[in-house]
């Protein structure tokens, strides 16, 4: 197998992913509050400057203003007639002398003017606070402090500053999506393996990885083509032994057809015995196992046959008329409900051969009744066989396809066949790549299933 690039291994897609993930998530999260800082606290604008040094200038000029009812006053002094202007005084202590309640956001904005070491501008929610600004007046320094309604629109990043709940929220689906894209990255290739798995697990041992994940540099592309080679050499193994079985069957006729010419020499002769009658007996019984063998053979491989699109009453019109003599011989009644435009794609030989087997069978076992269906269900044709007879047990029911199988309470020797007719069935249905399945039927009784698709 060729060597790929390192960073293509699967090792290095899951840590790349889950540290990108974590990162940017962490990133963003840390992130906000920088630029929100850095929306937040901007320089004093000129204009906002000259205000705070007229107020200043005022108070130098004026000192007994701090000791007398002016000082309450002096707040709405500088007011502008566009937007109310207040301007607040604070002491070395850090308290507010001229306003008896200091708003939230004041607070707020020393603290923060504080840690700046130098003046800024902070927008709030409503309203737009600047300062300080420094001055002495009688061997005292005071800050000088403005407050002015501002309904600016804020950007967008700090409405999460103000919903921490929803930022959370946010952070973790955003995580979540991203982790989500990762996990699908890595679940789609491995649902693809897992859906050829299983339609080779069914016997279409046709089907393959698509090339999509043939085509992926990691360890997921080389899995799904070792997959591939791996279906490649059970098709051709299991093909050559249906093709082998199919060879010996065939090469078996010709001895066999010696034996039986002998047979009829030795009585056109006069030679007459017990012996000879018992060997006619297996004689025939051996040509009838070849000649399923050799059917189950052409069924599995699907030899010279051509798929056409026809009604299903016309295609099985032959067998149910057969089965319908034959239920006739036996006393018993078949039930057919098929409708006579129902039509899809199918191999007329091999469809024609599973219903012939599946209904035989059930006109076998049957007490009485058979009922032999079929419906559309969306894009599949449904076909169900039902009779009326003892059923089989419940462990067996999936057993009784494979080749050579006879449950002990249904089939032995002496009734007829050697398990081949239901694995004929099988390959037939898997040509159509469909599906077969058999379950006990509600009160007594054994019910077959075929589910064929109209396109395939």
Known sequence: ???????????????????????????LVLILPIIMQSQDRAPIEKHLQQVLQTVAKDIQQSPDILTTDKLYKLQRQHSRHDKPLRVYLVNDDGQVINSRKVPRSLRQFLLMAEDAKQPISHQFRNELIFGPLT?????????????????????????????????????????????????WHLGKPLNSLKRSANAIAKGDLSHRVDKTTVSRSDEMGQLAMTFNSMADSIEAMVTNQQRLMGDISHEL??????LKLSLALARKKGQDSTELTRIEYETNQLD?????????????????????????????????????????????ILEIDIDEHLAFEHYPKPLCRAIENVLRNAIRYATQH???????????????????????????????????????????????????????????????????????????????????????
Request: net charge neutral.
């Open 135 to 183: 001055f002495s007046v009688n061997q005292q320094t005071f800050q000088v402090y403005g407050r002015v309604p501002a309904n600016h629109p804020r950007p967008w990043f700090f409405y999460f500053s103000e919903n921490k709940l929803l930022t959370a929220s946010i952070a973790i689906l955003f995580s979540g999506l991203l982790c989500g894209l990762l996990a």
């Open 253 to 258: 006729r010709t001895p066999l057809t010696r």
């Open 1 to 27: 197998m060729s060597s790929t690039n390192p960073l293509n291994r699967l090792f290095f897609k899951l840590l790349i992913g889950f540290w990108l993930c974590s990162s940017l998530t962490i990133a």
């Open 370 to 456: 058979v009922h032999i269906g079929a419906i559309e269900e969306g894009k599949n044709i449904v076909i169900q066989i039902k009779d009326d007879g003892k059923g089989i047990d419940e462990q067996e029911l999936e057993a009784i396809f494979r080749p050579f199988y006879r449950p002990d309470n249904a089939r032995d020797r002496n009734s007829g066949g050697w398990g081949l007719g239901l694995a004929i069935t099988q390959a037939a249905i898997q040509v159509h790549k469909g599906s077969i399945e058999a379950k006990n039927a509600q009160p007594s009784g054994l019910l077959i299933k075929i589910t064929l698709p109209q396109r395939h």
């Open 288 to 332: 009838d196992l070849i000649g399923e063998l050799l059917t189950l053979s052409r069924v599995t491989l699907n030899a010279s046959e051509i798929k056409i699109h026809a009604e299903l009453s016309e295609t099985l019109s032959q067998v149910l008329d057969d089965a319908e003599f034959e239920a006739e011989q036996q006393q018993k």
